[in-house]
């Protein structure tokens, strides 16, 4: 039933028990309770009961909306979002018929979300897309002084030129192969000591430890063995993610803080007294030892930039900080995909492995060799597609202006997102979308940095991620240099591909598998 007819018939229904009530001489105070609601109730139900919830009852005048559901009273859709928000939001665009845009409401908050690629490109590369919404956590944390948050104004632009000329350009990541090898060697040193010690190996903390290691690394210009900081780094990382990736009503209803039951502002603001004074500490340091003009890691590549283009110390230790937390937890947990994947499907490790032998034998594999590694390469892929990292592009969009996607009206205000994991598995884009096979991307190559939505597991148009080059050259060496090292089996524990997304799409049970090291020699007598 259209909800305006719900509301007049509730109308209409208690107008008629009031008159009966008063026809039999009710009490008073029921004849008065009865009157209120019958003003209340569809005042109520008239902003409540809206196609796409709550947030959307004002506009109806505005044009079309995209279909939605209602979702709960003040909450609306709120409750989805929990750690299968991608698949539950999926479900309920199919079931909406909302696949190309479907409006929600989260909280006061109107929210649409793309499970196309069509739609998802018109918001990706959209300028009225350019801003993010800002989480309670990421403007306590100064993410709003960096790059992921800043407004799309002259500061962002400001910020992205500074980084992708000091910090992912490929001069500066070809500079920083050699570190990825150390980090590499130590990684197989610690798998072979777990091995030893346990006789299997939980990845999980080796793989993150490695990213913290090379994205320090890259940043301060500290090799791994000389990281004294690496535990406190770590804690911080590890404390940021769980405070921004965690729910907070502040974000949707503004109460100066009153909402916050969980105390995430609060801790937020301790977290960024520690990360002020750890990544300040290494800033000075550096600044007093005046050398920064020979050294080529990011701090002292900003130290160095000219008085017109320079940061001040806050908003330097505010983009430092980023750079680690973006660079840690991603990294590790697409290479914890990819390895599960290694295990569950033998022979497609093996043939990772030949290809490996074939082309680069026994010594260790370089960036250079990633050209003539396709199947590894299309393996990347496939885990991208199936175990996106961040299925629903993690750091939505923000309509700046009043827009039209796909003819639906959408105000300024909106929160946008696209549901790259409804895409990557619709049975209408993607032949077999359940099945783990990286020869698909053999037949067909598809184009992951953005420029194809099929595939964009890291976002496209303006703000698609400036990490992807980095991020990729590094998932494809280590999987390479552990390929080469180790064959990679499960234990008696059966490998679970069950998921959580809190900031990114984690495996929920850590990976536990057994790495036993390669006879070269006795593998290719095999062959
Ligand atoms: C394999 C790894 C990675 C994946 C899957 C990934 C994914 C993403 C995604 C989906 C976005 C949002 C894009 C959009 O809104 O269109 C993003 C943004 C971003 N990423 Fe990455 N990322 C990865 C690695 C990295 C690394 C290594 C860094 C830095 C060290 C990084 C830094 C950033 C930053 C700063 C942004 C915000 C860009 C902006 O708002 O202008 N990412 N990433």
Redesign the pocket.
């Known amino acids: 039933m259209v909800p305006q007819m719900r509301i007049h018939w509730m109308t209409s229904l208690f107008l008629l028990i009031l008159c009966l009530a008063a026809r039999n001489q009710a009490p008073w105070h029921f004849l008065f309770l009865l009157f209120t609601l019958s003003f209340i109730l569809p005042l109520f139900l008239t902003t409540w009961l809206v196609p796409s919830g709550f947030a959307w009852h004002k506009y109806s005048g505005n044009g079309p909306i995209a279909p939605g559901p209602i979702g709960w009273p003040l909450l609306g859709s709120l409750p989805l979002m929990g750690p299968l928000a991608h698949r539950k939001l999926s479900d309920l665009s199919k079931s909406h018929h909302a696949s190309r845009l479907m409006a929600l409401s989260f909280g006061a908050t109107p929210v649409v979300i793309s499970s196309h690629p069509d739609t998802a490109r018109e918001i ?1 590369c959209s300028a009225a897309f350019g801003d ?1 919404p800002t989480k309670v956590s990421a403007r306590l944390l100064m993410f709003e002084r ?5 407004p799309s104004g002259d500061y ?1 632009r400001h910020l ?1 030129r500074i ?1 992708a000329n000091n ?2 350009s490929p001069r500066r990541i070809a500079a920083l192969e050699s570190l990825r090898h150390r980090v590499a060697d130590g990684m197989i040193h610690r798998v072979s000591k777990e091995m030893e010690r346990r006789g299997m190996v939980v990845l999980r903390g080796v793989l993150q430890k490695g990213s913290l290691e090379s ?1 320090v690394g890259s940043v301060f210009g500290k090799s791994p063995g000389e990281l004294e900081e690496g535990k406190e780094f770590m804690e911080m990382v590890r404390e940021g993610y769980e405070l921004i990736g965690k729910f907070n009503l502040e974000d949707y209803f503004s109460l100066g803080g009153l909402l916050d039951f969980s105390g995430v502002g609060r801790r937020c603001e301790q977290l960024t007294v520690r990360v002020k004074a750890l990544i300040g500490k290494i800033v000075e340091e550096r600044r007093r030892q005046g050398d920064f003009c020979k050294q080529d890691d990011f701090l002292s590549l900003l130290l160095a930039l000219p008085k017109e283009e320079s940061l001040s110390d806050s908003d330097i230790i505010a983009v430092l900080w ?2 680690i937390f ?2 840690t937890d ?2 590790a947990i ?1 290479l914890e995909w990819i390895m599960a994947r290694m295990v569950l499907h033998p022979r497609i490790q093996a043939k990772a492995q030949r290809e490996l032998d074939a082309f680069v034998g026994g010594r260790p594999v370089q960036d250079s060799d990633m050209s003539n590694l396709r199947y590894l390469q299309a393996i990347v892929k496939e885990v ?1 597609r199936l175990h ?3 299925p629903l ?3 939505a ?1 923000l309509a700046i202006r009043d827009v039209h996607v796909d003819k639906f009206f959408i105000p300024a205000g909106t929160t946008a997102m696209v549901n ?1 994991w409804a895409i990557t598995h619709d049975g209408s884009i993607w032949k077999d979308p359940w099945a783990f096979k990286p020869e698909r991307f053999l037949q067909e190559d598809v184009g992951i940095l ?1 420029s194809d939505l099929r595939l964009s ?12 080059a ?3 050259t ?2 494809h060496l280590w999987l390479a240099r552990l390929l080469q090292q180790y064959n990679w089996t499960a234990t008696s524990l059966p490998v679970q591909l069950s998921e959580c997304l809190r900031l990114s799409l984690e495996m929920k049970k850590p990976l536990v598998c057994r790495a036993v090291l390669r006879d070269l020699a006795m593998e290719a007598n095999h062959a």
């Open positions: 990706l993010r960096a790059i992921g948050f800043a962002w992205r980084a910090m992912f994205i980023e750079m973006r660079g991603v990294v697409l991208l996106p990292p961040g592009l993690s750091w969009r790259m953005g597991p890291f976002g496209s148009g303006r703000r698609v991620c400036p990490g992807r980095l991020g990729l590094t998932v």
